[in-house]
């Protein structure tokens, strides 16, 4: 009798963990993926997705750090975020033949510096970090990275930088001319003095409200990325998006399976779905940067192919990648930005 009873106990048990619904648990970028295809993955597979969102690199890699490593499936960091979170053991391999849409990735992201193999990662999305100008506030060449650490009078105290560490002093860099990652004392006291002046002429640290202080007139210019910005004008900002001379910064996210995903079968069936080239491009015409994936060029919104933003000028330079540094020279990075930040 009692084992009549421990059997029927465990069908019991049985039936409910098969009726239970599979869950899938994304650590993602603020403002960057639409809901109409979050709730398409679910049509599609069951499985319910719940997305917390970050608004850096940084504060991603510090958040998992403090112990939501094992609490989320996948994750959206960028390029050099890849590098450092694979470095310091947060992403899980994924296995041959796992991914069933892999050859659908453009050739020039399939074997990538920051994730060799694509081992562990598959692009998302890219585009260029640059800066905007509010055209009613200043009608001068805006071509240039003065506007930022230099500005105008017409922009001075009317300024908003990105609040990432990476891309920001980055940015400083190119202004300068210096190598990122620098070790010169002469150079880093550069970079130094050049922020914290700098600082007298910015309004806000802000990234996920980059858009939203350029459309409500709170800023007459900041830094952005290229896709955001193009949200802002077609919100009826008077904003022009800036390739400047000194250069600026390219980037590509990327979808990792994170190390302990609670949900890895999901997480494996959600980075397939991304794959699919009108999934991808419902990424791009909702976010406004160019996917990673071939075959989306039907499914894309036709303005897409000539925004400003998204089209660098025949005299632009070249994009610059954000480099990791070394353990020592990352100290004294944060040492500047945490300077800069009091």
Not at 133 to 160: C, H, M, Q, W, Y
Request: negative net charge; aromatic residues 10%; hydrophobic residues 40%.
């Amino acid at each position: 009798m009692n084992v009549l009873k421990l059997g029927a106990a465990a069908l019991i048990l049985s039936a409910g963990a098969a009726g239970a619904q599979e869950k899938l648990s994304v650590y993602h970028w603020f403002e960057y993926i639409p809901q109409e295809l979050v709730d398409k993955f679910t049509a599609e597979t069951g499985i319910e997705v719940t997305i917390d969102t970050y608004d850096s690199n940084e504060a991603l890699l510090a958040n998992l750090k403090a112990g939501k490593l094992g609490s989320y499936d996948v994750a959206v960091p960028g390029d050099y975020m890849v590098s450092i979170m694979l470095g310091e053991g947060m992403l899980d391999e994924i296995q041959p033949g796992e991914l069933k849409n892999i050859g659908n990735i453009e050739p020039q992201w399939a074997d990538v510096a920051f994730d060799p193999g694509r081992k562990h990662s598959i692009p998302y999305q890219w585009g260029s970090t640059s800066f905007m100008v509010n055209r009613d506030a200043f009608k001068g060449d805006i071509r240039t990275t003065d506007i930022i650490f230099n500005p105008p009078a017409e922009l001075s105290g009317k300024i908003n930088v990105l609040d990432t560490a990476g891309e920001t002093l980055t940015f400083a860099s190119l202004h300068l001319g210096i190598p990122q990652c620098a070790t010169d004392r002469a150079q880093l006291k550069a970079l130094d003095d050049l922020v914290q002046g700098a600082k007298a002429h910015w309004a806000s640290f802000n990234s996920d409200g980059a858009k939203d202080v350029l459309v409500s007139g709170d800023v007459a210019a900041g830094m952005i990325w290229n896709g955001f910005g193009q949200k802002a004008r077609l919100e009826g900002a008077n904003v022009e998006y800036a390739y400047p001379k000194e250069g600026y910064i390219v980037w590509m996210d990327n979808v990792v399976l994170l190390k302990d995903a609670p949900n890895r079968a999901a997480a494996i069936k959600f980075m397939d779905f991304l794959l699919e080239p009108e999934n991808a491009a419902a990424v791009t015409n909702f976010a406004r940067y160019t996917a990673g994936v071939k075959g989306v060029e039907p499914f894309l919104d036709e303005e897409l192919k000539t925004s400003p933003e998204q089209n660098p000028p025949a005299d632009a330079p070249a994009g610059t990648f954000v480099q990791v540094c070394d353990e020592a020279t990352q100290k004294v990075y944060d040492q500047i930005w945490t300077r800069l930040k009091q």
